[in-house]
Structure formats: structure tokens, C-alpha cells
């Protein structure tokens, strides 16, 4: 089956202690990409990555780092975590010319 | 600046009712435009898109969208809602070609039975 899976799904952590969010697809997409949702905001791009080991910044990048060694997968890297990191976050991918994303189950994290 | 305006943020009908969710957006150069809808616990899937030609684009589930170049507007519309429409629909636009896809803060929609 087609998919995008995340893991964990749900996260509560302190502020300050590193953590990571996979992300893994099974699409061969050359595209991926992490958004966060936070009501009232709607989706904002974190990061996106157009293949392996090209990266680049979206709308709302401080405070996360991203890599793509494999093709198939695309975590999120949050070195210290702080309270306003606390959101669903959600990561996608897409073929060619990114004419549609295929989202992740998403992953709800709490910093406190 | 790169931004998509839903015009509403809560929208409640009763089942057979008629549906129009506004999306206005602002961005440099020829675009893509999505609607994706994301049911109560679900992930978030492509509604219907627009890439060029016929304006008037239709999607799954019996949904259609206009885009209005000059309007700079992709409206979402469903002539019948049913209760299973209940989610959330969010807008979203990005570069032809390109990878940066900013969507919109969404709109809920709930439909009474």
C-alpha cells in the first residue's frame, strides 16, 4: 500500500531534550516535505527537500533541521525543543513537479 | 508576500444545503492550486486541483472549484452537502514546477444531519 508513515504519533517531551520524528515513504517521491498545524494558522512549511541531500528552508524553518540521506525518508530534527514548538506536525510527499502531496498520519507533540 | 486568505473559518449547514468555501491567494508567477480536505481523524488527501485549461475543475465526492485568474480567487463549491462532509478543507497554492506549498488557515466545515 501506498503510504507515508511518521513515527511516533504522539510525543510529550521537555524543553530542551533532542528528538527526532521519522518520516518514510514508500512512493520512490522525489519530494518531501514537514509542515506544523496550529489552529487558526492552517499548514506551514518547516522544510522540504526536492531529493536526496538537497534540502531547503520553508516559511517557518528556526528551530528544526531536516536531512535526506535516503530517498525514502525525511526526519525532523529538533536539537531543544521549546514550548512553542508544541504542535501536529505533519510530513508529505510527491513525484515530479509536485503535482500532489501524499500526507503523513501526523505527529502531535507537546513540549512543556 | 506569498499568502492564502480562506474567507471562512467555521461554516455549519444542514445536509442538502449548497456549499461555497472562498480561497483568495497572493504569489509571484503561473501557480498550481489544491484543495485537500482532512476528515476527522484522517489524513490530509487532495480534493481537486488545478494545473491549466478548463477553469472549472471537478474532484472526488462530487466537489468542483473555479479559479478566477483575474479574482485571484479557487473557490471550493458542492451543490449538496451531506453529513459526511463534515472536515476540515484547506486551500493551498504553489510554484509550477516549483516545491514551496503555502496553504491556508482552513475552514471547518460541519454539516448537520
Known amino acids: 500500500e501506498a503510504q507515508v508513515t511518521q513515527n511516533p504519533r504522539y510525543l510529550i517531551t521537555v524543553t530542551g531534550k533532542k528528538l527526532t520524528v521519522t518520516c518514510s515513504q514508500n512512493?520512490?517521491?522525489?519530494?518531501m516535505s514537514w509542515y506544523r498545524q496550529d489552529p487558526g494558522l492552517g499548514l506551514r512549511q518547516i522544510y522540504y527537500s526536492m531529493n536526496v541531500e538537497v534540502t531547503d528552508k520553508g516559511d517557518v524553518p528556526e528551530g528544526y533541521k531536516v536531512s535526506r540521506k535516503e530517498k525514502r525518508n525525511f526526519p525532523l530534527i529538533l536539537e531543544s525543543p521549546s514550548p512553542n514548538q508544541t504542535s501536529l506536525y505533519f510530513c508529505?510527499?510527491?513525484?515530479?513537479?509536485?503535482?500532489?502531496?501524499?500526507f503523513g498520519p501526523g505527529t502531535r507533540l507537546t513540549v512543556t | 508576500a506569498q499568502s492564502v486568505s480562506q474567507h471562512n473559518h467555521h461554516v455549519i449547514l444542514s445536509e442538502a444545503a449548497s456549499l461555497e468555501l472562498g480561497c483568495n491567494y497572493s504569489y509571484g508567477g503561473t501557480v498550481n492550486l489544491f484543495w485537500y480536505v482532512q476528515y476527522p481523524g484522517q489524513h490530509l488527501q487532495l480534493l481537486l486541483k488545478?494545473?491549466?485549461?478548463?477553469?472549472l475543475v471537478k474532484g472526488i465526492k462530487g466537489f468542483e472549484a473555479e479559479f478566477i485568474k483575474s479574482k485571484f480567487s479557487f473557490n471550493l463549491r458542492k451543490p449538496s452537502v451531506q453529513w459526511s462532509d463534515t472536515a476540515e478543507y484547506f486551500c493551498?497554492?504553489?510554484?509550477?514546477?516549483?516545491?514551496?506549498?503555502?496553504f491556508g488557515a482552513g475552514t471547518r466545515l460541519f454539516v448537520k444531519a
Open positions: 512512493m520512490n517521491h522525489e519530494y
Open positions: 508529505a510527499s510527491g513525484g515530479k513537479g509536485v503535482d500532489e502531496q501524499y
Open positions: 488545478y494545473f491549466s485549461g478548463d477553469p
Open positions: 493551498a497554492v504553489g510554484p509550477v514546477g516549483g516545491f514551496k506549498t503555502i
